[in-house]
């Protein structure tokens, strides 16, 4: 399966903004469940938000909440997310993950790195304070 292409990361003071951009060249319409992770060396791999098939049922991690935002255009195919207030914390690599998800399952915060099918190649955001 063809990777997603993702674009965006780059360095930013604190309280600045961010936007990042999955495009998937196979499509998105058909991946029930969509979703952002981020990772800082030497910790897990952490699940930020989780979109539904539709675009209209999101799930956000409690860290991220207010600040970001995630959405999906299946006609352009791309995942999105719109990260605002960013802070040091929030420096990592950020990944998009697509899959054949419950949404259920989809829109918890029990959904596992597993459960996803495909993968971007990941952007670095830096925030400084």
């Known amino acids: 399966q063809v990777k997603p292409v993702e674009s965006g990361g780059g360095s930013v003071q604190a309280g600045g903004s961010l936007k990042l951009s999955c495009v998937y060249s196979?499509?998105?319409?058909?991946?029930?469940?969509m979703a952002w992770f981020r990772q800082v060396p030497g910790m897990e791999r952490e699940l930020i938000a989780s979109?539904?098939?539709?675009?209209?049922?999101?799930y956000y991690n409690d860290f991220v909440k207010g600040r970001f935002t995630i959405s999906r255009d299946n006609p352009a195919d791309s995942l999105n997310l719109q990260m605002n207030s960013l802070k040091p914390e929030d420096t990592a690599m950020y990944y998009c993950?697509?899959?054949?998800?419950?949404?259920?399952?989809?829109?918890?915060?029990?959904?596992?790195?597993?459960?996803?099918?495909?993968w971007g190649q990941g952007t670095q955001v830096i925030v400084s304070s």
């Open positions: 993950a697509a899959g054949y998800i419950w949404v259920g399952r989809c829109l918890s915060p029990d959904v596992q790195r597993t459960e996803f099918d495909t």
């Open positions: 196979s499509g998105t319409s058909g991946f029930s469940c």
């Open positions: 979109i539904n098939d539709s675009g209209r049922r999101t």
